[in-house]
């Protein structure tokens, strides 16, 4: 099993940035990919972004692209998401996720741990 633990949330102005980490501990060797997703209130979970364990290759969402980027530091099994020219409407609770290899990372239901959120808030 893979313990996952963000941290990074915050409150923001609209233009501003955050970076959220996401530290892998455990059985970090069935990872395949670490994701995020967001669920904003009253609304379903979304994908935002997801990284490759193996390959590095990087996978976003269409709201991400361009705004938020992923990484990692393999030394410390931590990804991260750097958000800048953050919305209002990126407020939500975000969740770090570990998919297997091979998986679809667009997709939540092939992540099989999760950490437990962070909030994310962004005033405008």
């Known amino acids: 099993q893979v313990q996952l633990v963000e941290s990074g949330g915050g409150l923001v102005q609209a233009g501003g940035s955050l970076r959220l980490s996401c530290a892998a501990s455990g059985r970090t060797w069935s990872v395949g990919a670490l994701g995020w997703f967001r669920q904003a209130p009253g609304k379903e979970r979304r994908f935002v972004a997801a990284?490759?364990?193996?390959?590095?290759?990087?996978y976003y969402s269409d709201s991400a692209k361009g705004r938020f980027t992923i990484s990692r530091d393999n030394a410390k099994n931590t990804v991260y998401l750097q958000m800048n020219n953050l919305k209002p409407e990126d407020t939500a609770v975000y969740y770090c996720?570990?998919?297997?290899?091979?998986?679809?990372?667009?997709?939540?239901?092939?992540?099989?741990?999760w950490g437990q959120g962070t909030q994310v808030t962004v005033s405008s």
């Open positions: 990284l490759n364990w193996r390959s590095s290759t990087t």
């Open positions: 996720a570990k998919a297997p290899e091979g998986s679809d990372y667009y997709r939540q239901f092939e992540y099989d741990s």
